[in-house]
Nanobody, 121 residues
Framework: QVQLVESGGGLVQPGGSLRLSCAAS????????MAWYRQAPGKQRELVAA???????NYADSVKGRFTISRDNAKNTVYLQMNSLKPEDTAVYYC???????????????WGQGTLVTVSS
């Protein structure tokens, strides 16, 4: 069984910063892409940022220059550093990863349970 556990959400004032973490645990042979998605009330889930095992990244236009995604392959962990937060960044943030549990198995798409980020004064 493979799972992703997020941490680091909370309430922050506009202009503030938060750092989200997501650790993968369980039976893991390799992890391909790791990503952060978010879903605001009444809106569809959207990709925020993604990072490959080699470190290539891509970001949603709305967060470019403010958010930074990184990963520690040795710890099977992905991070999202969020700076200059805006009220419109308020959402539940979900970790996502493509994980191969065993050499002989295919990659599985795994989701975390989500962590709430609220940007408000």
């Amino acid at each position: 069984q493979v799972q992703l556990v997020e941490s680091g959400g909370g309430l922050v004032q506009p202009g503030g910063s938060l750092r989200l973490s997501c650790a993968a645990s369980g039976r893991i042979f390799s992890i391909n892409v790791m990503a952060w998605y978010r879903q605001a009330p009444g809106k569809q889930r959207e990709l925020v940022a993604a990072i490959t095992s080699g470190g290539s990244t891509n970001y949603a236009d709305s967060v470019k220059g403010r958010f930074t995604i990184s990963r520690d392959n040795a710890k099977n962990t992905v991070y999202l550093q969020m700076n200059s937060l805006k009220p419109e960044d308020t959402a539940v943030y979900y970790c996502n990863a493509d994980i191969k549990p065993d050499l002989s198995l295919r990659y599985l798409e795994v989701w975390g349970q989500g962590t709430l980020v609220t940007v408000s004064s």
